[in-house]
T-cell receptor, first 112, second 112 residues
Framework: DGGITQSPKYLFRKEGQNVTLSCEQNLNHDAMYWYRQDPGQGLRLIYYSQIVNDFQKGDIAEGYSVSREKKESFPLTVTSAQKNPTAFYLC???????????FGPGTRLLVL | KQEVTQIPAALSVPEGENLVLNCSFTDSAIYNLQWFRQDPGKGLTSLLLIQSSQREQTSGRLNASLDKSSGRSTLYIAASQPGDSATYLCAVAHTGGFKTIFGAGTRLFVKA
Protein backbone atom coordinates (compact mmCIF):
# COMPACT_ATOMS: atom_id res chain seq x y z
CA ASP A 1 0.00 0.00 0.00
CA GLY A 2 1.32 3.41 -0.97
CA GLY A 3 0.83 6.28 1.40
CA ILE A 4 2.12 8.53 4.14
CA THR A 5 2.51 7.47 7.73
CA GLN A 6 2.95 9.68 10.78
CA SER A 7 3.89 8.62 14.27
CA PRO A 8 3.02 8.80 17.01
CA LYS A 9 -0.69 9.57 16.85
CA TYR A 10 -0.48 11.43 20.19
CA LEU A 11 2.62 13.00 21.71
CA PHE A 12 3.08 14.63 25.08
CA ARG A 13 5.78 17.20 25.66
CA LYS A 14 7.13 18.41 28.96
CA GLU A 15 8.26 21.99 29.32
CA GLY A 16 11.79 22.50 28.01
CA GLN A 17 11.78 19.22 26.09
CA ASN A 18 12.44 18.69 22.39
CA VAL A 19 10.20 16.16 20.65
CA THR A 20 10.37 14.67 17.15
CA LEU A 21 7.43 13.80 14.93
CA SER A 22 7.96 11.16 12.27
CA CYS A 23 6.75 11.32 8.66
CA GLU A 24 7.44 8.60 6.09
CA GLN A 25 6.12 8.21 2.52
CA ASN A 26 6.48 5.45 -0.06
CA LEU A 27 4.88 7.36 -2.94
CA ASN A 28 8.24 8.29 -4.48
CA HIS A 29 7.36 11.97 -4.06
CA ASP A 30 10.10 14.57 -4.22
CA ALA A 31 8.31 17.26 -2.19
CA MET A 32 7.31 16.99 1.45
CA TYR A 33 5.63 19.45 3.81
CA TRP A 34 4.83 20.03 7.46
CA TYR A 35 1.71 21.94 8.47
CA ARG A 36 0.28 23.02 11.78
CA GLN A 37 -3.51 23.10 12.30
CA ASP A 38 -5.15 24.99 15.15
CA PRO A 39 -8.92 24.96 15.85
CA GLY A 40 -10.85 27.23 13.50
CA GLN A 41 -7.80 28.03 11.40
CA GLY A 42 -6.50 26.84 8.09
CA LEU A 43 -3.31 24.86 7.78
CA ARG A 44 -0.13 26.90 8.23
CA LEU A 45 3.11 25.83 6.59
CA ILE A 46 6.02 25.16 8.93
CA TYR A 47 8.70 23.77 6.58
CA TYR A 48 8.84 22.25 3.13
CA SER A 49 11.38 20.28 1.15
CA GLN A 50 11.51 20.06 -2.63
CA ILE A 51 14.34 17.55 -2.76
CA VAL A 52 16.60 15.48 -0.52
CA ASN A 53 19.09 17.46 1.58
CA ASP A 54 17.22 20.71 0.94
CA PHE A 55 14.42 22.42 2.85
CA GLN A 56 12.95 25.90 3.29
CA LYS A 57 11.13 27.71 6.07
CA GLY A 58 7.43 28.23 5.77
CA ASP A 59 5.33 30.88 7.47
CA ILE A 60 5.77 29.70 11.07
CA ALA A 61 9.19 28.00 11.25
CA GLU A 62 10.34 29.56 14.53
CA GLY A 63 10.76 26.92 17.23
CA TYR A 64 10.81 24.03 14.75
CA SER A 65 13.54 22.19 12.85
CA VAL A 66 13.56 19.53 10.11
CA SER A 67 15.91 17.29 8.17
CA ARG A 68 15.62 15.55 4.80
CA GLU A 69 18.37 12.96 4.61
CA LYS A 70 16.24 10.43 2.73
CA LYS A 71 13.59 10.90 0.07
CA GLU A 72 11.11 8.89 2.10
CA SER A 73 11.52 10.67 5.44
CA PHE A 74 10.95 14.22 6.70
CA PRO A 75 11.01 14.35 10.53
CA LEU A 76 9.95 17.47 12.40
CA THR A 77 11.46 18.46 15.75
CA VAL A 78 9.48 20.76 18.02
CA THR A 79 12.07 22.50 20.15
CA SER A 80 11.77 24.08 23.58
CA ALA A 81 11.82 27.46 21.81
CA GLN A 82 8.29 26.82 20.54
CA LYS A 83 6.24 28.27 23.39
CA ASN A 84 2.80 27.22 22.16
CA PRO A 85 3.27 23.80 20.56
CA THR A 86 -0.18 22.34 21.31
CA ALA A 87 -1.71 21.66 17.88
CA PHE A 88 -2.46 19.03 15.26
CA TYR A 89 0.53 18.45 12.97
CA LEU A 90 0.06 17.21 9.43
CA CYS A 91 2.68 15.94 7.01
CA UNK A 92 2.08 15.88 3.26
CA UNK A 93 3.92 14.98 0.08
CA UNK A 94 3.57 15.62 -3.65
CA UNK A 95 5.40 14.87 -6.87
CA UNK A 96 6.33 18.51 -7.23
CA UNK A 97 5.47 21.91 -5.94
CA UNK A 98 1.83 22.95 -6.47
CA UNK A 99 0.77 19.41 -7.40
CA UNK A 100 -1.83 17.39 -5.51
CA UNK A 101 -0.72 16.92 -1.92
CA UNK A 102 -1.29 13.65 -0.09
CA PHE A 103 -1.63 13.87 3.66
CA GLY A 104 -0.75 11.62 6.55
CA PRO A 105 -3.16 10.93 9.45
CA GLY A 106 -1.62 13.59 11.71
CA THR A 107 0.01 13.80 15.13
CA ARG A 108 -1.66 15.60 18.02
CA LEU A 109 0.89 17.26 20.29
CA LEU A 110 -0.10 18.11 23.84
CA VAL A 111 1.88 19.86 26.55
CA LEU A 112 2.03 18.40 30.07
CA LYS B 1 -0.40 38.24 0.06
CA GLN B 2 -2.87 35.53 -0.88
CA GLU B 3 -5.77 35.05 1.53
CA VAL B 4 -8.33 32.28 1.27
CA THR B 5 -11.72 32.61 2.95
CA GLN B 6 -14.49 30.06 3.37
CA ILE B 7 -17.98 31.08 4.38
CA PRO B 8 -19.94 29.83 6.23
CA ALA B 9 -17.75 28.31 8.92
CA ALA B 10 -20.42 25.68 9.59
CA LEU B 11 -23.49 24.42 7.74
CA SER B 12 -26.22 21.98 8.72
CA VAL B 13 -28.57 20.47 6.11
CA PRO B 14 -31.09 17.62 5.98
CA GLU B 15 -30.17 14.47 4.10
CA GLY B 16 -30.88 14.60 0.36
CA GLU B 17 -30.39 18.32 -0.02
CA ASN B 18 -28.12 19.77 -2.70
CA LEU B 19 -25.65 22.26 -1.28
CA VAL B 20 -22.90 24.68 -2.23
CA LEU B 21 -19.75 25.50 -0.30
CA ASN B 22 -17.93 28.72 -1.08
CA CYS B 23 -14.27 29.65 -1.27
CA SER B 24 -12.85 33.07 -2.13
CA PHE B 25 -9.26 34.16 -2.72
CA THR B 26 -7.70 37.60 -2.99
CA ASP B 27 -5.03 37.09 -5.68
CA SER B 28 -6.24 35.73 -9.02
CA ALA B 29 -2.74 34.69 -10.13
CA ILE B 30 -3.28 31.09 -9.11
CA TYR B 31 -1.77 27.89 -10.48
CA ASN B 32 -4.54 25.61 -9.26
CA LEU B 33 -7.21 25.25 -6.58
CA GLN B 34 -7.97 22.10 -4.61
CA TRP B 35 -10.84 20.98 -2.45
CA PHE B 36 -10.09 18.65 0.45
CA ARG B 37 -12.19 16.73 2.96
CA GLN B 38 -11.11 16.30 6.57
CA ASP B 39 -12.83 13.98 9.04
CA PRO B 40 -12.45 14.79 12.76
CA GLY B 41 -8.95 14.07 14.02
CA LYS B 42 -7.79 12.83 10.61
CA GLY B 43 -5.64 13.99 7.75
CA LEU B 44 -6.90 15.64 4.55
CA THR B 45 -8.17 13.77 1.51
CA SER B 46 -8.03 15.45 -1.88
CA LEU B 47 -11.44 15.62 -3.59
CA LEU B 48 -10.93 17.72 -6.70
CA LEU B 49 -8.15 19.78 -8.26
CA ILE B 50 -8.91 22.51 -10.79
CA GLN B 51 -6.09 23.89 -12.90
CA SER B 52 -6.12 27.64 -13.53
CA SER B 53 -7.09 27.06 -17.17
CA GLN B 54 -10.14 25.00 -16.22
CA ARG B 55 -13.64 26.15 -15.22
CA GLU B 56 -14.82 23.05 -13.38
CA GLN B 57 -14.12 19.48 -12.35
CA THR B 58 -16.54 16.70 -11.47
CA SER B 59 -16.24 13.52 -9.43
CA GLY B 60 -19.37 11.55 -8.67
CA ARG B 61 -21.77 13.77 -6.69
CA LEU B 62 -19.17 16.52 -6.41
CA ASN B 63 -18.67 19.42 -8.81
CA ALA B 64 -16.15 22.19 -8.27
CA SER B 65 -16.12 25.40 -10.27
CA LEU B 66 -13.50 28.10 -10.58
CA ASP B 67 -13.88 31.76 -11.53
CA LYS B 68 -10.43 33.31 -11.36
CA SER B 69 -11.53 36.79 -12.36
CA SER B 70 -13.86 37.06 -9.38
CA GLY B 71 -11.59 35.09 -7.05
CA ARG B 72 -14.19 32.43 -6.27
CA SER B 73 -14.66 28.70 -6.28
CA THR B 74 -17.66 26.63 -5.29
CA LEU B 75 -18.02 22.99 -4.33
CA TYR B 76 -21.44 21.59 -5.20
CA ILE B 77 -22.55 18.43 -3.41
CA ALA B 78 -25.60 16.72 -4.86
CA ALA B 79 -28.04 14.60 -2.83
CA SER B 80 -26.13 14.99 0.43
CA GLN B 81 -25.75 11.99 2.75
CA PRO B 82 -24.83 11.69 6.45
CA GLY B 83 -21.48 10.25 5.35
CA ASP B 84 -20.70 13.60 3.74
CA SER B 85 -20.45 15.16 7.20
CA ALA B 86 -16.89 16.50 7.51
CA THR B 87 -14.88 19.70 7.18
CA TYR B 88 -14.23 20.82 3.62
CA LEU B 89 -11.16 22.95 2.91
CA CYS B 90 -10.11 24.75 -0.22
CA ALA B 91 -6.48 25.47 -0.98
CA VAL B 92 -4.85 27.71 -3.57
CA ALA B 93 -1.43 27.26 -5.18
CA HIS B 94 0.01 30.53 -6.42
CA THR B 95 1.80 30.90 -9.74
CA GLY B 96 4.68 32.76 -8.17
CA GLY B 97 5.70 30.38 -5.43
CA PHE B 98 5.84 26.90 -3.97
CA LYS B 99 3.38 27.31 -1.13
CA THR B 100 -0.27 26.32 -1.00
CA ILE B 101 -2.60 28.56 1.04
CA PHE B 102 -5.49 26.91 2.87
CA GLY B 103 -8.83 28.27 3.96
CA ALA B 104 -10.10 27.57 7.48
CA GLY B 105 -12.77 25.22 6.15
CA THR B 106 -16.53 24.76 6.30
CA ARG B 107 -17.80 22.18 8.76
CA LEU B 108 -20.74 20.34 7.18
CA PHE B 109 -23.39 18.39 9.11
CA VAL B 110 -25.84 16.28 7.12
CA LYS B 111 -28.76 15.18 9.30
CA ALA B 112 -30.42 11.83 8.67
Amino acid sequence: DGGITQSPKYLFRKEGQNVTLSCEQNLNHDAMYWYRQDPGQGLRLIYYSQIVNDFQKGDIAEGYSVSREKKESFPLTVTSAQKNPTAFYLCASSFGGRETQYFGPGTRLLVL
Amino acid sequence: KQEVTQIPAALSVPEGENLVLNCSFTDSAIYNLQWFRQDPGKGLTSLLLIQSSQREQTSGRLNASLDKSSGRSTLYIAASQPGDSATYLCAVAHTGGFKTIFGAGTRLFVKA
